[in-house]
């Protein structure tokens, strides 16, 4: 079921993330050419697009992994153009990878204290002592219980199915209390069950927390069951941008996916 867009009226807009004239070239290919768009808080706003259309490389600069060419990245209203992505992350913006990023010979629970130690700033060799502490702990068990995985807190993480190991992901990511949350193909390589159960655990969690949402997604049937607003990226450049029924209807993005499902 897609989701409605919210009212203006319903809602005051706060603008979380916003990028001017972003632009981004390897050599001679430019893989971003002059993107600007804002993301408003508190809407699930996917960003799709076919193979090479700069998915990823928009990503890859708005989180500091690499720096733009040309134009600006705002976050929160504050200038982060260029800073290096473990400062960005401290500033409140997360991601989760497509490739699942847990340690997979530590437990669930551990997985999710090692996240918060490291917000925390500590030197991983305290890991061990930080682990028992009492904060620590309930701060990871009500983590644990908001993805739904208390039953299985004290499990390690390499015999967990792939789509428990994405919810731990999405647990770690989620630990840091960011207020805009990168998922980059939460559903990739699940199987229906799977899938159906992450897009229920998305929306739980934009219930329970104040964390924003936004995805990168190539089931455009998960892309039009979940989000309020999507926008479409061809050859490096914003080709629609819209409510779901909008990008439905969009002649030039019918197009582009060849009669894909839209």
């Known amino acids: 079921m897609v989701l409605p867009r919210r009212s203006c009226f319903q809602r005051k807009m706060t603008?979380?993330?916003?990028?001017?004239?972003?632009?981004?070239?390897?050599?001679?290919?430019?893989?971003?050419?002059?993107?600007?768009?804002?993301?408003?808080?508190?809407?699930?706003?996917?960003?799709?697009?076919?193979?090479?259309?700069?998915?990823?490389?928009?990503y890859n600069c708005i989180t500091g992994k690499f720096p733009p060419t040309s134009g600006k990245i705002?976050?929160?209203?504050?200038?982060?153009?260029?800073?290096?992505?473990?400062?960005?992350?401290?500033?409140?913006?997360?991601?989760?990878?497509?490739?699942?990023?847990?340690?997979?010979?530590?437990?669930?629970?551990?997985?999710?204290?090692?996240?918060l130690i490291a917000k925390a700033k500590k030197n991983w060799r305290m890991l061990s002592f930080l682990s028992r502490d009492r904060v620590i702990h309930e701060e990871a068990m009500n983590m644990v219980e908001l993805i739904g995985m208390i039953d299985r807190a004290n499990w390690?993480?390499?015999?967990?199915?792939?789509?428990?190991?994405?919810?731990?992901?999405?647990?770690?990511?989620?630990?840091?209390?960011?207020?805009?949350?990168?998922?980059d193909e939460p559903t990739a390589g699940m199987n229906p069950k799977e899938t159906e159960e992450v897009i229920q655990l998305i929306n739980y969690l934009r219930g329970k927390?104040?964390?924003?949402?936004?995805?990168?997604?190539?089931?455009?049937?998960?892309?039009?069951?979940?989000?309020?607003?999507?926008?479409?990226?061809?050859?490096?450049?914003?080709?629609?941008?819209g409510t779901p029924s909008e990008i439905q209807e969009n002649p030039s993005v019918q197009e582009v996916y060849l009669g894909g499902v839209l």
Do not use: W, Y
């Open 15 to 58: 603008i979380l993330l916003e990028t001017t004239g972003l632009t981004k070239d390897f050599g001679k290919f430019r893989a971003l050419d002059n993107v600007s768009f804002s993301i408003e808080k508190g809407v699930l706003t996917s960003l799709i697009g076919p193979n090479g259309a700069g998915k990823t490389t928009f």
């Open 74 to 115: 705002f976050f929160k209203e504050e200038n982060i153009t260029g800073l290096p992505a473990h400062t960005i992350q401290q500033k409140g913006l997360s991601r989760s990878f497509q490739i699942v990023s847990i340690f997979p010979e530590l437990s669930v629970l551990d997985n999710i204290k090692a996240a």
């Open 156 to 183: 390690l993480c390499h015999t967990l199915s792939h789509g428990d190991r994405r919810r731990v992901d999405i647990g770690i990511a989620l630990a840091a209390r960011p207020d805009l949350i990168l998922l």
């Open 209 to 241: 927390t104040e964390t924003t949402f936004f995805i990168t997604e190539h089931d455009m049937e998960v892309v039009f069951s979940i989000s309020e607003r999507i926008i479409v990226l061809h050859q490096g450049k914003v080709l629609a941008d």
